[in-house]
């Protein structure tokens, strides 16, 4: 596997910009077809309780998780070409997901960085100018000044789930205020089903696929698309393709 990764960087170092966005896209398009046969024989979400909730912008969950970048993310991000946030996308080791870098990591390559990408970022997130120590674990969009997500209109489907994805699995504990809850509006569960339903399809088939091939399909596929950001993260300038 890592011999066709060593052609694969070669061949890819040789793309002009409009190709490794087409290239990034036929790999998240390849497995829907699986995805789409799988979900047919998955039993539906269901939620029997109400959830009511209303953020309090406390900034926790932004300053504390990693926020994971579904499939579904990635074929959104294409599909309406929002091609901007795909340099602070970045695939853990071993992981078979991927997720938004946190300012820590931002800092840590901001050196290797074009000088396009790095405008960018600074104009969506002017906060990343200057990053205190205490803030290098929180997301790379999360504006600590004004407690606020800077790109909240195409925040990834995590976010948009959290915190009521801990209801409907029973998985793990929110860190929210627990007035949140109490005080909280009535979520419209049409909407949180049909969000998870989108999310959970894809997750589940890519992590199965990706623990099952530790040298080849999926899992390598995972590792191309990595350094198919990789490259757009060293290489081009915003005036270029990263138009939102």
């Not at 799988?38 to 979400?45: C, G, L, N, R, W």
């Not at 205020?177 to 049409?190: K, S």
Request: hydrophobic share 40%; glycine share 4%.
């Amino acid at each position: 596997m890592w011999d066709e990764l060593k052609d694969y960087v070669r061949k890819i170092s040789t793309m002009k910009s409009t190709q490794i966005f087409v290239e990034i896209e036929k790999l998240v398009e390849k497995p829907s077809a699986l995805i789409e046969s799988v979900a047919k024989d998955m039993a539906s979400i269901t939620i029997e309780q109400p959830i009511k909730f209303t953020c309090d912008q406390c900034g926790k969950c932004c300053e504390t998780y990693q926020i994971g970048i579904s499939w579904a993310d990635l074929h959104v991000y294409l599909e309406k070409k929002l091609h901007f946030l795909l340099p602070f996308i970045t695939l853990p080791a071993d992981r078979e997901y991927f997720q938004f870098m946190t300012k820590g990591e931002f800092l840590a390559c901001r050196d290797t960085l074009s000088q396009g990408i790095i405008k960018k970022i600074l104009q969506i997130n002017p906060n990343v100018a200057i990053i205190q120590q205490s803030d290098e674990e929180s997301c790379i969009f999360y504006s600590s000044c004004e407690k606020t997500c800077t790109i909240h209109d195409v925040k990834p489907l995590e976010c948009k789930i959290y915190p009521a994805g801990f209801f409907v699995f029973h998985d793990g504990e929110a860190m929210c205020n627990p007035a949140c809850f109490e005080q909280g509006t009535v979520l419209d569960l049409m909407e949180l089903v049909s969000l998870l339903e989108f999310k959970r399809v894809p997750d589940q088939v890519l992590g199965m696929a990706f623990d099952a091939s530790k040298e080849t399909g999926w899992r390598l596929d995972f590792y191309k698309i990595a350094l198919l950001i990789e490259n757009v993260r060293a290489r081009f300038e915003e005036e270029i393709e990263l138009k939102t």
